[in-house]
T-cell receptor
């Protein structure tokens, strides 16, 4: 079966750095996505990786290793507004998105 | 105004009632989707449509039906609601030729079935 694993919850301190991991087992691979979802709101797109390596976008970076079935989202200079759930999703060989359950990130002052 | 609009935002209903959730979009996208989100689970795809004449079942289509009335409108129906259909429902859109697959979500419709 297809599976996406990510930690259920993480806690970090304002101003610090946090890394949220995602491992996947899917039928084929056509890209990995990270979305941010604030409580009670819609998910919003953060990043897309299809090749191995690091993609940097401001305070957020996303890394992919296809051989290891692994990705991480790195958040730097954490702000209180970064408190949210972070959803990892993989597009399989049929271009269907398989979603992880999400990681709830709690930022403390 | 939101590019993807869902109505109603909240609904409480009883077992056996028929419910329709509506979605409209101004993004001009061909692809539209209905997902449900439950605590502790990933988003699960119910139905999707690549254009007005194209409707496809997703992972969990049983108990649901959809109608694509126009490019901009995609509605989800629960013919006879049951309590385990209590969930947060999201409509989403994406561009036809964009295989990066970025989804644009509506604000969600919270449905409670008693």
């Amino acid at each position: 079966g297809q599976n996406i694993d990510q930690p259920t919850e993480m806690t970090a301190t304002e101003g610090a750095i946090v890394q949220i991991n995602c491992t996947y087992q899917t039928s084929g691979f056509n890209g990995l996505f990270w979305y941010q979802q604030h409580a009670g709101e819609a998910p919003t797109f953060l990043s897309y990786n299809v090749l191995d390596g690091l993609e940097e976008k401001g305070r957020f970076s996303s890394f992919l290793s296809r051989s290891k079935g692994y990705s991480y989202l790195l958040l730097k200079e954490l702000q209180m507004k970064d408190s949210a759930s972070y959803l990892c999703a993989v597009m399989d060989s049929n271009y269907q998105l398989i979603w992880g359950a999400g990681t709830k990130l709690i930022i403390k002052p | 105004d939101a590019d993807v609009t869902q109505t109603p935002r909240n609904r409480i209903t009883k077992t056996g009632k028929r419910i329709m959730l509506e979605c409209s979009q101004t993004k001009g996208h061909d692809r539209m989707y209905w997902y449900r989100q439950d605590p502790g689970l990933g988003l699960r795809l119910i139905y999707y449509s690549f254009d007005v004449k194209d409707i496809n079942k997703g992972e969990i289509s049983d108990g649901y039906s959809v109608s694509r009335q126009a490019q901009a409108k995609f509605s989800l129906s629960l013919e006879s609601a049951i309590p385990n259909q209590t969930a947060l429902y999201f409509c989403a859109t994406s561009e036809q030729r964009d295989h990066t697959g970025e989804l644009f979500f509506g604000e969600g419709s919270r449905l409670t079935v008693l």
